[in-house]
């Protein structure tokens, strides 16, 4: 005769998801406390790659490692934009040289002229630093998408930013702000956000 099977006790079902719930409320607590932020994109620097009201998920910079060419990054600067968050992509680190041409709206990392399919529009805004400009150490250089209508690290009062002032890396496009032009969302730029992106 077969084995009978035995009884589970009444509750003890229940039990079993309230503490799968617990743990899975305590691990996004610990998650969302130590490792990722959620930061919303003001302004439109970073178009077309993020607009104004995107919500993005931010490793937290002791997380990250080093900042390479084509990282997503937060900063804050004390006295820049009023001390606030500001979303720009890392065009070159420590020790990089960078050059821009601003009557071709190229530029140039190394000497070499950057493939940038995610900016806006050519380079052509001059703010006031002086190229070719090589990145102090423990510093990156930073540029919005949106070339000449983004305030970064060609304005001197931002410059090469040391990296101690990046909050984290973008790595994932939450929510969609709604388009200037529509006011709708676009759920499908929804996802990862990649040094191509």
Known sequence: MGKRKRARPPGRELYEWAQALVCSVLTVVVLFTFAVRIIGVSGGSMRETLQNGDLLLVLD????????????????????HEGNPIVKRVVAAAGQTVDIDFDAGTVYVDGKAMAEPY?????????GTEFPLTVPEGCIFVMGDNRNE????????????????????????????????????????????????
Request: proline share 6%; net charge negative.
């Open 61 to 80: 910079g002791w997380l990250c490692g080093d900042y390479g060419p084509g990282d997503i990054v937060i900063l804050r600067k004390p006295g820049f």
């Open 119 to 127: 900016i806006r529009e050519p380079t052509h805004t001059d703010e």
């Open 150 to 197: 983004s305030d970064d690290s060609r304005n001197p009062a931002l410059g090469a930013v040391d990296t101690r002032s990046v909050i984290g890396r973008a790595f994932f496009l939450a929510v969609p702000g709604a388009a200037e032009e529509t006011k709708e969302r676009d759920w499908s730029r929804m996802g990862m956000l990649n040094r191509e992106d």
